[in-house]
């Protein structure tokens, strides 16, 4: 069973940063899923930020975060983060990971939720102007 946990969510300014995390039950699991964060806005769609293959093969991001986003794999001592940059409003939203069979990590549609059969229960990020 893999379970997933979310925390770094806060209230920052425009402009401001923020590190996200995502600890997984075993670390097992980031060796053996593609592992991916994503956001959702109030009545807004879930959107895919950036996923990370087993090994940190491959990395995938969405164009609205290219550049200003990164992650990184977790392992048995850090877990999975989630590094944001120049924060704008328009980056106010619940954040999520989840976990998916590595494939997804190397397909074109990654940024598909439905690919991703676990996930955590969020964490609130705020920007404000």
């Known amino acids: 069973q893999v379970q997933l946990v979310e925390s770094g969510g806060d209230s920052v300014q425009a402009g401001g940063s923020l590190r996200l995390s995502c600890t997984a039950s075993?670390?097992?699991?980031?060796?053996?899923?593609?592992m991916a964060w994503f956001r959702q806005a109030p009545g807004k769609e879930r959107e895919a930020l950036a996923s990370?293959?087993?090994?940190?093969?491959?990395?995938n991001f969405a164009n609205s975060v290219t550049g200003r986003f990164n992650i990184s794999q977790g392992n048995a001592k850090d877990p999975m983060y989630l590094q944001m940059n120049s924060l704008n409003p328009e980056d106010t939203a619940m954040y999520y990971c989840?976990?998916?069979?590595?494939?997804?990590?190397?397909?074109?549609?990654?940024?598909?939720?439905?690919?991703?059969?676990?996930w955590g229960q969020g964490t609130q990020v705020t920007v404000s102007s």
């Open positions: 990370i293959s087993s090994g940190a093969i491959r990395t």
């Open positions: 075993t670390a097992d699991t980031y060796r053996r899923y593609c």
């Open positions: 989840a976990a998916g069979p590595n494939h997804r990590c190397f397909s074109d549609s990654w940024y598909l939720a439905t690919g991703f059969g676990y």
